[in-house]
């Protein structure tokens, strides 16, 4: 403590429990200038500042960085608007935006570009924005998407739709991948082989198969490990920056931590939703839990939890797809829209049921929410640490308040959640984004153009 790098009278001290990159200083304090960490101090020699947060009792964490947000591959209505208002309630002080905009995918430089004067207008936290690619490319896109500031791109080996999100043939891919890689941005993917899944859906629809698990039964485990698999070998070919999206299974982190001892630069992540529920919640939660890919068996979600304490599993994301609860309701599961809302709950779950409950490290549930996806993405050092220079985003967490997630209390336009009644033990209190409080544990205190388009550094 004591580290101080100007003592000009701080625009903001923090003081409270500080979740640091390697430990939690405890009564300690943070101080901030022109929305950037300047100094590191014990209670007592905290400087005089203009704002002072006492937070005393409570858990500083870092600002979230949740990489794997949708809020318009998701036609009703969500925006900016509303997913941003979601992520100041729950903690998260930076997103990653998926490219798969209905209508309007983010397939060039100029979608790009009116994404990002999007962002500026409405974003109330800071966003980053990632890029896609046509089935057939072109790839000429690449390298301008990446001057704008992409800070990746995600494809696909599953066609949920030929246009807004293609399944990119092989050939497509050998040529992209190096040229994604020399830009020096990682490539993300969702893995599920649509071969499988769509002979078996056809088959269960022949055969009146129509209820709730259907869906798990249909995207059996194979279904995304064969598809790991040859995204492994593509990126030990083509030397890519390769990351998985939404892992659901045990066997796809097996098979990582193998490539890795290859050399292969791969990271990968899961959500709260196959961490928190197996396929037997289907029966009871219907389409609310229906996800790509699907919540798997109850032995496979337990070991995703100690994959994940391990250290195995790099980050959890929300994969956070608010469908409104129309396409949620049909009997038939393969009616259903696959997705569910998750930005406002991904912190306080995780605290709850990974700190509380098993255990997990503070220090380390900040790895995986916000250091993590940082530094993946090409945010990093500005965004995912409480350290001298980074952006003064901060979520404050009460470890001790428990509550009950309510989908009509939430800021995303889809006002339910797979969650709901749930007792969690830990709640958001204050969220800042440069400095500035956007949260203040009942309000969202920020407005449109509040929050930045955060351009991917080169790393």
Same mark, same amino acid.
């Given at each position: 403590?004591?580290?101080?790098?100007?003592?000009?009278?701080?625009?903001? &001290?923090?003081?409270?429990?500080?979740?640091?990159?390697?430990?939690?200083?405890?009564?300690?304090?943070?101080?901030?200038?022109?929305?950037?960490?300047?100094?590191?101090?014990?209670?007592?020699?905290?400087?005089?500042?203009?704002?002072?947060?006492?937070?005393?009792?409570?858990?500083?964490?870092?600002?979230?960085?949740?990489?794997?947000?949708?809020?318009?591959?998701?036609?009703?209505?969500?925006?900016?608007?509303?997913?941003? &208002?979601?992520?100041?309630?729950?903690?998260?002080?930076?997103?990653?935006?998926? /490219?798969?905009?209905?209508?309007?995918?983010?397939?060039?430089?100029?979608?790009?570009?009116?994404?990002?004067?999007?962002?500026?207008? #409405?974003?109330?936290?800071?966003?980053?924005?990632?890029?896609?690619?046509?089935?057939?490319?072109?790839?000429?896109?690449?390298?301008?998407?990446?001057?704008?500031?992409?800070?990746?791109?995600?494809?696909?080996?599953?066609?949920?739709?030929?246009?807004?999100?293609?399944?990119?043939?092989?050939?497509?891919?050998?040529?992209?991948?190096?040229?994604? *890689?020399?830009?020096?941005?990682?490539?993300?993917?969702?893995?599920?082989?649509?071969?499988?899944?769509?002979?078996?859906?056809?088959?269960?629809?022949?055969?009146?198969?129509?209820?709730?698990?259907?869906?798990?039964?249909?995207?059996?485990?194979? *279904?995304?490990?064969?598809?790991?698999?040859?995204?492994?070998?593509?990126?030990?070919?083509?030397?890519?920056?390769?990351?998985?999206?939404?892992?659901?299974? /045990?066997?796809?982190?097996? #098979?990582?931590?193998?490539?890795?001892?290859?050399?292969?630069?791969?990271?990968?992540?899961?959500?709260?939703?196959?961490?928190?529920?197996?396929?037997?919640?289907?029966?009871?939660?219907?389409?609310?839990?229906?996800?790509?890919?699907?919540?798997?068996?109850?032995?496979?979600?337990?070991?995703?939890?100690?994959?994940?304490?391990?250290?195995?599993?790099?980050?959890?994301?929300?994969?956070?797809?608010?469908?409104? #609860?129309?396409?949620?309701?049909?009997?038939?599961?393969?009616?259903?829209?696959?997705?569910?809302?998750?930005?406002?709950?991904?912190?306080?779950?995780?605290?709850?049921?990974?700190?509380?409950?098993?255990?997990?490290?503070?220090?380390?549930?900040?790895?995986?929410?916000?250091?993590?996806?940082?530094?993946?993405?090409?945010?990093?050092?500005?965004?995912?640490?409480?350290?001298?220079?980074?952006? &003064?985003?901060?979520?404050?967490?009460?470890?001790?308040?428990?509550?009950?997630?309510?989908?009509?209390?939430?800021?995303?336009?889809?006002?339910?959640?797979?969650?709901?009644?749930?007792?969690?033990?830990?709640?958001?209190?204050?969220?800042?984004?440069?400095?500035?409080?956007?949260?203040?544990?009942?309000?969202?205190? &920020?407005?449109?153009?509040?929050?930045?388009?955060?351009?991917?550094?080169?790393?």
């Amino acid at each position: 403590m004591g580290c101080l790098m100007s003592r000009d009278e701080l625009d903001l &001290a923090i003081k409270g429990d500080l979740v640091l990159p390697h430990g939690i200083a405890k009564d300690a304090a943070v101080g901030v200038q022109n929305g950037v960490i300047t100094g590191l101090y014990s209670t007592a020699e905290t400087p005089s500042a203009k704002e002072t947060v006492d937070a005393g009792g409570l858990l500083v964490f870092p600002g979230v960085v949740d990489s794997h947000v949708h809020s318009y591959s998701v036609p009703d209505g969500e925006g900016f608007e509303h997913s941003t &208002a979601a992520a100041a309630a729950g903690g998260v002080t930076t997103f990653v935006e998926m /490219p798969y905009d209905a209508g309007n995918p983010t397939t060039n430089p100029e979608t790009l570009q009116e994404k990002i004067q999007r962002v500026k207008r #409405l974003a109330i936290v800071d966003i980053a924005l990632l890029a896609t690619l046509k089935k057939e490319g072109p790839l000429d896109v690449i390298a301008p998407m990446v001057e704008l500031g992409a800070c990746g791109f995600k494809l696909s080996l599953f066609e949920t739709d030929p246009d807004r999100f293609p399944r990119i043939p092989d050939g497509i891919l050998w040529k992209a991948l190096p040229l994604i *890689s020399a830009h020096g941005v990682p490539v993300g993917f969702h893995a599920e082989n649509d071969e499988i899944i769509f002979r078996l859906i056809d088959e269960y629809r022949k055969e009146g198969k129509t209820y709730p698990k259907a869906h798990c039964e249909t995207r059996p485990p194979i *279904s995304e490990t064969i598809s790991v698999l040859k995204l492994l070998e593509f990126a030990y070919w083509t030397r890519s920056r390769l990351h998985i999206y939404h892992v659901s299974h /045990p066997r796809s982190i097996h #098979l990582l931590q193998r490539f890795r001892e290859d050399g292969v630069d791969v990271t990968t992540e899961t959500c709260p939703h196959y961490l928190l529920f197996h396929e037997d919640d289907m029966d009871r939660l219907k389409a609310f839990t229906k996800i790509n890919p699907p919540i798997r068996k109850r032995e496979a979600m337990e070991e995703m939890w100690e994959l994940l304490k391990s250290g195995h599993i790099d980050m959890v994301t929300s994969d956070h797809a608010p469908w409104g #609860l129309d396409k949620k309701q049909a009997s038939n599961i393969f009616e259903n829209s696959s997705g569910a809302p998750g930005l406002e709950t991904i912190f306080p779950l995780l605290y709850s049921e990974g700190v509380v409950k098993r255990g997990l490290a503070p220090v380390r549930l900040a790895q995986m929410l916000s250091e993590q996806p940082a530094r993946r993405f090409n945010l990093y050092p500005r965004k995912g640490h409480i350290s001298l220079g980074a952006d &003064a985003d901060f979520a404050i967490l009460d470890p001790s308040c428990r509550w009950a997630i309510r989908g009509s209390e939430m800021r995303t336009s889809a006002k339910w959640t797979p969650y709901e009644g749930l007792m969690v033990q830990g709640k958001v209190v204050r969220t800042i984004l440069r400095g500035k409080t956007v949260y203040d544990g009942k309000e969202v205190t &920020a407005t449109a153009g509040d929050g930045n388009f955060i351009p991917a550094g080169k790393g």
